[in-house]
Structure formats: C-alpha cells, structure tokens
C-alpha cells in the first residue's frame, strides 16, 4: 500500500479548520491527516485534540510561514506521497485516488494538482489554482481558467488531464523522494509563489507538473493574508524577482529584468492611482528587499538543461489582457 499523508498548515486558524477539516477527514480513509501548527495562539492545537483526536499534530512552535512551515513538518512525515493542503479547502469524495493513479501510471509526474473551484462560488474556478498554473516568459502567473482577476466559470472546457507549468499550494500532491531531493520549499520566500519556484526547479530536473481534473477541491483563498494586503503584494513582487533571478537562463535575465522593472513601476503607479498608497510602496520595498538580497540566491540557481519549457506563455500576458482583451486562458496561443 502507498503511504499517502495529508498535511494541512495551520496558524491562528482554528475556526477554519473546524469548517473544512470535517470534509477532509470524511472523504480521505486512505490517507493519514496531519496538521502541522506553526506556533498559534488561539488554541488551535487544544481545539484540535479534544475535537479531532484523529489528526495528528506537529507542533512547529512559531511561525515559520508556508515555506519552511512545511519543510520542518515533513521531516517528520514517512509517506510517499505528500498532500499539501491549504486549510480553507473543502474536499470532494475520491479526490485523492485519481491524482495518485495518475501518478503511479506515469514516473515522471512529480506533481498534480486537482481542479480547484470557488468555494463561495462552486460553478467558478478559484484564483490560487484554477486549472493549473502557468507563468508568461517575464514571470507573471495565471492560471487555466483565471488571467489576473478574470475567473471563468467551470463548464468542462478544462477537463482533460494536461501538462502545466505549476501546480498551486492549495492543494498539492507531490512524491515525497523528489521533494526531498530537491530540497522542499525556498525558505527564504516565506510565503506566496514558492511552489511556482519548486515546480520550476522539478521541471528543470527533468520531471512533470500535471493538472487532473477528475480529483475537485472547494477553495475559499484569503484565509491568512486578505488579497489587497500590503504585505501579500510585497510577497508576491519581491518571491517573484526571486524566482526569475534562480531559474531563468543566465543569457535571457538582464532584457527580461529590465522589462519587468518598467511593467512593475506602472503596477505601482497603477496601485497608487486606485488609492492603494501601502501596494504602491510594497513594490519599490519589494525590490529594495531583493537587491539587497539577491547575492543570497546565486548559489540557489538550478541547473537549466531545458531551456525552452513549452508550458511557459511566449509573450506578455499583461499585454495579451490589458491590450488585447484576452481574458481567457483559451484565448491564448503557446508553442507546440
């Protein structure tokens, strides 16, 4: 039998755990529940022990973030297969068998994601996962079935089993040796885009990211950072100059960082102009923060035998939706 082990990260997050966890547990008998704890203080590890004795609990007695939260918990998980699951997801009957046979049919797939819907709106996708996860050549993130804030309703257009780019953390089945192997999580992103930064560096390995429609999950999104927080937007700004500066091939970093500053500076100015005044600073603070830090990830940088990653979007995604209104994941055209 195949170890399979569902760790959920919790902090401060008993009252959504008591929502989502009940799903969790009565549609996953295969798999061992861990919720590994990073240091709350709203007694959630107490809530947990007297109302559900079944999970097991791994105490990482501070806030370690998303990144080496999970690192330092699954040191202390024995499995094959590691379920990464967000604790604001509900889950559907059968939704984890699909993605393990299809993993154990093909030994390249390092990596699945199930579809992820909105929990507020089941018949949408949901903005952390969609479809699966896809980058523009300059580094920006979208998803089958959501560009930027455009999501699409689910009506079966993505419900065949393909290859993408990244799979997100909501809900991420990964084999255990290769996320051992390849070292977990980035520790130093804390938190937001670091599962964009792992797959990257499994596909630079040689393995597969894929997307299995036949596994549904229920997101909620926002549960531990509000969407419009300055905070999440230095995050995700700062982890993706990050990820460009340890995956990108050396020949292509100085024109796709250039590009990027300019396109970043007028997302300021856009933020700015909305009456976002902390978003417009956490993009400046954002790149403050990776100059001063970036000697730190040369040693990170992976090898690149492939250089030409056919799930990686050829052209500007913030042009093809800004300018050529393609709001739509259907509507955009990538190399074969």
Known sequence: MLKVAIVILNWNGKEILNTYLPSVIKNSDCAEIIVADNGSTDNSISFLKEDYPQVRIIDNKENLGF????????????????????????????????????????????????????????????????????????????????????????????????????ATGASLFVRAN???????????????????????????????????????????GGGTLNKTSPFKT???????????????????????????????????????????????????NAYIAFLKTKHLFKAKRTAIPNKNIKEIYPKSIVLSYYLKSKKKFSELKFKQ
Not at 179 to 201: K, P, S, T, V
Not at 238 to 263: A, E, G, S
């Open 67 to 166: 990144a080496e939260g999970y690192n330092k918990a699954l040191k202390e998980v024995d499995a094959d297969y590691y379920v990464l699951l967000n604790s604001d997801v509900e889950v559907t009957p059968l939704w984890i068998n699909p993605i393990i046979e299809l993993m154990e049919k093909d030994q390249s797939i390092a990596c699945c994601q199930p579809k992820i819907l909105s929990y507020l709106e089941k018949n949408k996708f949901e903005y952390a996962g969609a479809a699966g996860g896809y980058i523009d050549y300059l580094g920006y993130p979208f998803c089958r079935g959501r560009v930027f804030n455009d999501t699409e309703e689910d009506k079966g257009q993505y419900d065949d089993e393909k290859e993408i780019f990244w």
């Open 178 to 220: 290769i996320y051992n192997i390849l070292g977990g999580f980035d520790n130093d992103f804390f938190a937001h885009q670091e599962e964009i930064d792992f797959c990257w560096r499994v596909k630079n390995a040689g393995y597969k990211v894929y997307y299995c429609p036949k596994s549904v999950c229920y997101h909620l």
């Open 234 to 284: 230095f995050l995700n700004f700062r982890n993706n100059l990050y990820l460009l500066y340890k995956n990108l091939p050396k020949d292509k970093q100085i024109k796709i960082f250039v590009l990027r500053f300019f396109l970043d500076i007028i997302a300021s100015f856009s933020f700015l102009m909305q009456g976002k005044g902390g978003e417009f600073k956490a993009v400046f």
